[in-house]
């Protein structure tokens, strides 16, 4: 099991940027891949972005690709996620995640943080 803590989030008008962070403690954080999810009121939690251990392999929602980048500093044991060119429709909970493998569904995700909220204003 892996603790992880977001942080970064707040309120930006539309067009504006953020980055999240998401600090992992607790046990062995080599060898686990890192994610980035979003639950929007009344909607299900849905995948966003997601970085290999090595940091080689990443993958993106469709809607955020070119606008957010996923990264991650092993030393420090903590991956951000760096938003640009919000839009309203990325108003959400963003909640990081830890597991070995990488999946597009939250169910399989091992390890969550508790979230931090992100606002765009339009």
């Known amino acids: 099991q892996v603790q992880l803590v977001e942080s970064g989030g707040g309120l930006v008008q539309a067009g504006g940027s953020l980055r999240l962070s998401c600090a992992a403690s607790?046990?062995?954080?080599?060898?686990?891949?890192m994610g980035w999810f979003r639950q929007a009121p009344g909607k299900e939690r849905e995948f966003v972005a997601a970085?290999?251990?090595?940091?080689?392999?990443?993958d993106y929602k469709d809607s955020v690709k070119g606008r957010f980048t996923i990264s991650r500093d092993n030393a420090k044991n903590t991956v951000y996620l760096q938003m640009n060119s919000l839009k309203p429709e990325d108003t959400a909970v963003y909640y990081c995640?830890?597991?070995?493998?990488?999946?597009?569904?939250?169910?399989?995700?091992?390890?969550w943080g508790q979230g931090t909220q992100v606002t765009v204003s339009s």
């Open positions: 995640a830890a597991d070995l493998n990488i999946y597009r569904s939250a169910a399989n995700w091992e390890s």
């Open positions: 607790g046990r062995t954080f080599s060898g686990y891949a």
């Open positions: 970085i290999s251990w090595s940091g080689t392999s990443t």
